[in-house]
């Protein structure tokens, strides 16, 4: 790794039965959630307003994020289990989180430092650039056009365009195949345990910003490397061997 990285890219992590590195990358996949874009404070308040609905007292944005990156069904399951309301309609409850996130999904919502930047200069070296997440696909795109990143994706896969979403591999398998791209010419960049088993599923090698929304130590997440900084992904793509 060039002497510039050291101390910010982290040790690089091989991921067992992958590539060490890409061959011929040509591909960029990339988390939404925690990775490109800051959502957490946005997403608890529209939590905290269902919880309410129930009488129940709000939780803390940590708490939150912690529970962000299985979609946001998910995340409602996971709210009112901590606030012992595990029998609740489920369903119903999304439907109401829905309505108050779609409203308002940027009170808060910001592009973390030196993701416009990075992304202009990875379109510069002519890779394709993709978003794999699994909110929903209407409003993924909604977010990434009002926060001026949409130009930047060639295609926008949420957690409802396709039968399955994350860490199904078949997401990846189904952005690689509309690439013509293989496994060991694409790289993931996320921030969770969800995004690397994704990858590691899919074959495919994972930078890891762990800046984001994981749940567990960054030691325990299989990565290529782990970037203080979007800013660095650049310089670190442009170290990988060819």
Do not use: W
């Amino acid at each position: 790794m060039p002497e510039r990285l050291r101390g910010v890219a982290g040790r690089r992590r091989p991921m067992h039965g992958c590539y060490s590195a890409p061959m011929s990358l040509s591909l960029v996949i990339f988390d939404l959630d925690g990775t490109l874009i800051d959502s957490a404070a946005d997403l608890a308040h529209a939590v905290n307003g269902v919880l309410a609905d129930f009488g129940a007292a709000p939780l803390p944005i940590p708490a939150v994020r912690a529970m962000i990156g299985d979609g946001t069904t998910k995340l409602i399951e996971r709210a009112l289990a901590a606030r012992a309301l595990a029998d609740a309609d489920l369903a119903g409850a999304h439907q109401r989180f829905m309505e108050r996130y779609a409203a308002e999904p940027l009170r808060t919502t910001s592009v973390y430092p030196g993701v416009r930047t990075g992304l202009e200069l990875l379109r510069e070296r002519s890779l394709h650039l993709a978003v794999c997440t699994n909110k929903s696909a209407q409003l993924a795109q909604t977010i990434l056009e009002r926060l001026e990143l949409a130009d930047f994706f060639a295609r926008v896969i949420g957690g409802d365009s396709l039968p399955y979403r994350k860490p199904d591999p078949r997401v990846l398998q189904a952005l690689l195949a509309s690439f013509a791209t293989a496994p060991r010419d694409a790289l993931m960049v996320g921030d969770s345990e969800v995004d690397a088993e994704t990858a590691q599923a899919a074959g495919v090698q994972m930078v890891l910003m762990r800046y984001g929304y994981r749940r567990g130590p960054i030691e325990d997440i299989p990565c290529l490397a782990a970037l203080e900084h979007f800013a660095v992904l650049p310089q670190f793509i442009a170290s990988l061997p060819v």
